[in-house]
């Protein structure tokens, strides 16, 4: 069993910046893909960015690419969500996941591929 547990969520004004962590229990064989999806209130959750951490291959969503990082930290097992020029918009819960499952640019960001999940952090924009 993956324990997830996320961090660093806030409100900021658009324009500003967010740090996210996600601290993973040491088990690895249940984290071959992890990443982060995001849900706002009446609208499906989806995803924002994920990394395969054996080749450190990330996948982005359209609505954050050349906004957000994302990286890997084997030694500490976090997993963290740089997120710069934020916009209203990127308002949601944002939770952290894994799956012992291979991503690939075909379906990294599918909800559904993911097995363990987080409580989720809030984050909040405002204009």
């Known amino acids: 069993q993956v324990q997830l547990v996320e961090s660093g969520g806030g409100s900021v004004q658009a324009g500003g910046s967010l740090r996210l962590s996600c601290a993973a229990s040491?088990?690895?064989?249940?984290?071959?893909?992890m990443g982060w999806f995001r849900q706002a209130p009446g609208k499906e959750r989806e995803g924002v960015a994920t990394?395969?951490?054996?080749?450190?291959?990330?996948y982005y969503g359209d609505p954050v690419k050349g906004r957000f990082i994302i990286s890997q930290n084997s030694a500490k097992s976090t997993l963290d969500l740089e997120m710069n020029s934020l916009k209203p918009e990127d308002t949601a819960m944002y939770y952290c996941a894994a799956t012992p499952l291979a991503c690939s640019a075909y379906d990294a960001l599918w909800p559904s591929r993911f097995a363990y999940w987080g409580q989720g952090t809030q984050v909040t924009v405002s204009s």
């Open positions: 990394i395969y951490t054996r080749s450190s291959t990330t």
């Open positions: 040491a088990v690895t064989y249940g984290r071959n893909c």
